[in-house]
C-alpha cells in the first residue's frame, strides 16, 4: 500500500518560514518525480514545486525564489522549504507522487497523494 505523510505546516507570520516534509512508502521513490501542490479555500489544486527522479527542479512563477523543494532518496522523503511567506500562500499543502520520473504540472498526472499538510500565514 502506498502512502505519503506530511508534516511541517502550521501558522506562520507574514515573512516567516517553514518546511514541510513528505515520507514516501510502499513504492519506489527513488524513480518517481515528485511534486507539491496547494489548495486554497474556493479554489482549485495548483502546482507549486516539482523535482525529477534526478534532481531537476520546476516552480510556480508566484514562489520562485522563495521555496525550494528537494529530495533525500536515502530517506524516502521529499522537502519543500518556503521561506518569505505571504498571507497569499495560505492553504493545504499535498505532496504527489508520479509513476515516471519527470516532473507534471498538471494534478491529474500524479497517482499518490497525501493527505495534506495546512499552511496558514498571518498578515
Known amino acids: 500500500q502506498v502512502q505519503l505523510v506530511e508534516s511541517g505546516g502550521g501558522l506562520v507570520q507574514a515573512g516567516g518560514s517553514l518546511r514541510l516534509s513528505c515520507v514516501v512508502s510502499g513504492r519506489t521513490f527513488s524513480d518517481s518525480a515528485m511534486g507539491w501542490f496547494r489548495q486554497a479555500p474556493g479554489k482549485e489544486r495548483e502546482f507549486v514545486a516539482g523535482?525529477?527522479?534526478?534532481?531537476?527542479?520546476y516552480y510556480a512563477d508566484s514562489v520562485k525564489g522563495r521555496f525550494t523543494i528537494s529530495r533525500d532518496n536515502a530517506k524516502i522523503t521529499a522537502f519543500l522549504q518556503m521561506n518569505s511567506l505571504k498571507p497569499e500562500d495560505t492553504a493545504v499543502y499535498y505532496c504527489a507522487a508520479r509513476n515516471f520520473g519527470l516532473v507534471s504540472r498538471l494534478v491529474g498526472d500524479y497517482r499518490n497523494w497525501g493527505q495534506g499538510t495546512q499552511v496558514t500565514v498571518s498578515s
Open positions: 523535482i525529477s527522479w534526478n534532481g531537476d527542479t
